[in-house]
Nanobody, 115 residues
Framework: QVQLVESGGGLVQAGGSLRLSCAAS????????MGWYRQAPGKQRELVAI????????NYADSVKGRFTISRDIPKNTVYLQMNNLEPEDTAVYYC????????WGQGTQVTVSS
């Protein structure tokens, strides 16, 4: 059974930083891609960043470009999201996402940015 284990969320003041991690387990092989979505109260889930595992090609939401960086550790099947210069608008539940032959979601980790 595939599991995506997330860590690194929390409460931070505006301008601060957090690093999210997500490790995939329970499946043989490398994911095609992994990434992060987020969902704020009353809003739809939106893509934050995604990275392909082979080429490390990445895409970001316009709202986080220049502030967030996604990276991956191939042997560990792990994806990271370094979030700098956080803003209150970044407050949301962040969900890890992995694409193998199927798609998988983590349980989510809360990120709260206070003003």
């Amino acid at each position: 059974q595939v599991q995506l284990v997330e860590s690194g969320g929390g409460l931070v003041q505006a301008g601060g930083s957090l690093r999210l991690s997500c490790a995939a387990s329970g499946i043989i092989g490398r994911p095609n891609a992994m990434g992060w979505y987020r969902q704020a109260p009353g809003k739809q889930r939106e893509l934050v960043a995604i990275i392909t595992f082979t080429s490390a090609s990445s895409n970001y939401a316009d709202s986080v470009k220049g502030r967030f960086t996604i990276s991956r550790d191939i042997p560990k099947n792990t994806v990271y999201l370094q979030m700098n210069n956080l803003e209150p608008e970044d407050t949301a539940v962040y969900y890890c996402y992995a694409i193998y032959a199927n798609q998988y979601w983590g349980q989510g980790t809360q990120v709260t940015v206070s003003s």
